[in-house]
């Protein structure tokens, strides 16, 4: 499903066959999907906390809005963007 996720759903599912899934109603889509939602939470918190202990937060969070999120949209949920 996504390349650079390394949980189980992505290294044995396609994304064509969880649109199938998704497409004709199976509840396994959702169940998939979940997983490897939570697979990648876990996985960016696990990075979080390294970058933490390295020192190197504020660089983790560069690169994780560069691939992931906008700078701008940070800024509004948090009210910084005046
Ligand atoms: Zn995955």
């Known amino acids: 499903m996504d ?3 390394a949980c189980s759903v ?3 599912y396609s994304r ?3 649109r199938h ?3 004709t109603g199976e509840m396994l889509a959702s169940t998939l999907c979940s997983y490897h939602n939570l697979a990648f939470y876990l996985d ?3 990075q ?3 970058s933490i202990a390295l020192g190197e937060f504020a660089a983790f969070r560069r690169r994780y809005l560069d691939r992931y999120g906008s700078r701008d949209r940070l800024a509004v ?3 910084l963007d005046s």
């Open 21 to 23: 899934l998704y497409n």
């Open 48 to 50: 979080i906390r390294q």
């Open 3 to 5: 390349q650079s996720c």
């Open 16 to 18: 064509a066959y969880i």
């Open 10 to 12: 992505c290294r044995r």
């Open 44 to 46: 960016t918190m696990r």
């Open 77 to 79: 949920s948090q009210g």
